[in-house]
């Protein structure tokens, strides 16, 4: 109640700021809303979509089962970890985030494993570190391999730290093996039993659509605070509160300022961190760090998107600090042992290219999904599937079919799309 409480002032703070300064909000606003629909929507729209119909699909189940023993040995989570984590470092942020609260609103996840997964899922994709970072902003493509395997590798180390900690405070019990012709029988019985495609197809885009709004709010309103920080002089208080702790990492004000705005919008600090005169190691650990630690705006996005399923995320900025100090490390390291050279890295995708690979990801999934309605109708019935998977392994397909007649078929993959 007493934050709630205090937050009002900050509030009506802003409120007046944007009124006194009315054209400065709007100039970063429009950029807020540029970024928002050249950048993320074409990049993140048809990859978080495939992903949702993946999820209806069985598929995501299947991967669980195979990755299970490595996920748990490795971060004390689920199977289904290792699907968020592949989905989130092709598309990222949030969509890490994004795809652990569907499986946890749809009960296939715990809470304490939905909060593990998300602390080493929330990565941000290739496209905006070799692309608008490496070459965009710091005009060397080389750098994009630096910072990628150091941004995936610290949260990976994240992952496993909070992990053992975990594994220490709350034992989980031993999880049921199941071999590999058990995961397929599984995975035929969730197939036959998923709604047909066009409303899966309806749900997924619906569900990406609210969520990209959402993220597209966060940014625009972001752009506008950061530029109220600037002209309304408390960047320069933030500046002068994090200098003591800036200079026993020997940076200058300069430097601390654009660390500080990286804190509050990561592309703005990313970009003020290339502008630095300063030496490629020292921009590469700013840009690694703010990148991991993602920022205030991200934070938000990732507490927005889990919000409607009722995860509640905690220890998260935590978490993101200790991700951006071990990137920032890691990439120190990576240059101090492989030495940055122009050859190292050629790819350099750009926006467009993350917009087409969505693209050939999301028509890829369509063919498997519509292999999969081709194996539903020459394929026996999903209970004699059930039949030979293992006691309770698939138990509720069977159950919800038992009492459906043909003409009026239950399907138990399908959950209801909720708007935020």
């Not at 709630?4 to 900050?10: C, L, T």
């Not at 070799?130 to 080389?142: E, F, H, I, N």
Request: one cysteine or more.
């Amino acid at each position: 109640m007493m934050k709630k409480v205090a937050i009002i002032p900050i509030i009506l703070a802003l409120a007046v700021m944007m009124l006194i300064y009315p054209q400065k909000c709007l100039d970063s606003a429009r950029y807020g809303l540029e970024l928002w629909l050249t950048a993320v929507l074409p990049s993140l729209l048809p990859f978080m979509a495939a992903s949702f119909l993946l999820l209806d699909t069985g598929v995501v189940r299947l991967i669980a089962a195979l990755f299970a023993p490595l996920t748990r040995w490795l971060f004390h989570a689920p199977g289904e970890a290792a699907y968020v984590l592949a989905a989130a470092a092709v598309s990222g942020y949030p969509v890490g985030a994004r795809l652990t609260a569907e499986l946890f609103a749809r009960g296939e996840i715990s809470e304490p494993d939905a909060q593990r997964i998300v602390r080493f899922t929330s990565v941000t994709g290739p496209v905006f570190l070799t692309g608008a970072v490496s070459t965009g902003m710091l005009g060397l493509p080389a750098a994009g391999a630096y910072l990628a395997a150091a941004h995936y590798l610290s949260a990976i180390l994240t992952g496993i730290i909070f992990g053992i900690i975990d594994r220490r405070r709350y034992p989980a019990p031993p999880a049921p093996h199941y071999t590999l012709k058990d995961a397929w029988a599984r995975f035929k019985a969730d197939a036959a039993s998923c709604p047909p495609i066009g409303i899966m197809l309806s749900s997924s885009v619906e569900k990406s659509l609210w969520a990209l709004l959402k993220i597209g709010g966060f940014i625009i309103l972001f752009a506008v605070l950061l530029e109220l920080l600037n002209v309304t002089g408390v960047m320069d208080a933030l500046v002068w509160l994090y200098s003591p702790f800036a200079s026993l990492a020997g940076l200058n004000s300069a430097a601390t300022q654009a660390f500080v705005a990286g804190s509050v919008e990561m592309t703005t600090g990313c970009a003020r961190v290339a502008a630095l005169s300063a030496d490629m190691t020292t921009k590469l650990a700013l840009i690694s760090g703010i990148v991991a630690f993602g920022g205030l705006g991200i934070h938000m996005q990732t507490r927005a998107v889990c919000a409607p399923s009722g995860l509640l995320l905690r220890g998260f900025g935590i978490m993101k600090s200790l991700q951006g100090a071990l990137a920032s490390a890691m990439t120190a390291l990576l240059l101090h042992i492989f030495p940055l050279t122009r050859a190292v890295f050629a790819f350099v995708p750009d926006t467009k290219t993350a917009a087409y690979s969505g693209v050939i990801f999301a028509l890829a999934v369509l063919v498997i999904l519509a292999l999969i309605k081709l194996w539903q109708r020459v394929s026996p019935s999903p209970s004699s599937a059930c039949s030979r998977a293992p006691s309770g392994f698939c138990g509720a397909a069977s159950d919800s079919r038992r009492d459906s007649s043909p003409a009026q078929p239950v399907y138990r993959r399908h959950i209801p799309s909720r708007r935020p």
